[in-house]
């Protein structure tokens, strides 16, 4: 026998099924991310039309049958409706899902990645942050959350943790200055791998790392970096995730090509 289960969750992703329904995966507070059927959601007068939309957040009651889910109905607290009607952000938004889709698993405790997604999207809407800060300060949480950050706190070859001017890819965080000077022979393959393997990191920019990795995800939008700082940022986080990441994202090369 089925039963019915109440969820908090966002619509990660919708795809059309037959005539008139829809799929959708949702990220969920209680179970991680969970898939589950909308029925009749592409009708114009179903009361699951808007609720079965990418960003929709809120209360999602699923009839749980034997093989499949069912939305039976939906109470949506957050439609993120001013983020929409920006067409960067939207597609900024959009990457937030797809990352999130990618990283997730059903039955996993995804809590952390679901306020991450809430207040990210939240920080698109607000006129107050730059966009590319949100992306750079949503890719460092997010791989954190999912155990693959980088280690800013101490020297990842010495263990020193003073004068940390250096991030290393390869060694999956910072160096002292001691050991970024001297460098490190690049192995054979691992060119193609890592990239440009050392940058040279300004004192505010490890800063705003270290803030970003330690800090709760309610007070992660709070501060505001530098243009040279964000381009570090941006630079840093796209070779790390070129590394250790490896995936392509639809919304991501959109955004790249505007």
Do not use: W
Not at 29 to 41: H, N, Q, S, V
Not at 155 to 164: S, V
Request: hydrophobic residues 40%; aromatic residues 12%.
């Amino acid at each position: 026998m089925g039963q019915n289960i109440t969820v908090t969750a966002m619509v990660l992703k919708v795809m059309p099924i037959g005539d008139y329904d829809k799929r959708i995966t949702l990220l969920t507070k209680e179970r991680g991310k969970m898939t589950a059927f909308a029925r009749g959601a592409r009708r114009p007068n179903s009361p699951l039309l808007a609720a079965a939309s990418p960003f929709s957040f809120g209360e999602f009651e699923l009839y749980e049958g034997r093989s499949s889910c069912t939305v039976a109905k939906a109470s949506v607290s957050n439609y993120f409706r001013e983020l929409t009607a920006d067409y960067e952000a939207t597609y900024y938004g959009f990457y937030f899902l797809e990352f999130a889709d990618y990283q997730c698993q059903e039955d996993n405790d995804e809590r952390e990645m679901l306020r991450l997604i809430y207040q990210s999207l939240r920080a698109l809407e607000s006129p107050s942050y730059d966009n590319r800060l949100v992306r750079a300060v949503f890719e460092l949480k997010a791989m954190a959350v999912n155990g693959m950050g980088p280690g800013v706190f101490s020297c990842m070859k010495c263990g020193a943790k003073e004068n940390l001017s250096y991030f290393s890819v390869r060694r999956a965080g910072a160096l002292c200055a001691a050991c970024g000077q001297k460098g490190e022979k690049t192995r054979q393959g691992e060119a193609a791998v890592f990239g440009q393997d050392i940058f040279l990191v300004e004192e505010s920019a490890l800063y705003a790392m270290q803030y970003i990795l330690s800090a709760r995800v309610e007070k992660l939008y709070t501060f505001a970096v530098s243009e040279p700082v964000l381009i570090k940022l941006a630079e840093i986080m796209k070779r790390y995730l070129a590394a250790y990441l490896g995936h392509s994202f639809k919304a991501l090369k959109i955004l790249e090509e505007m």
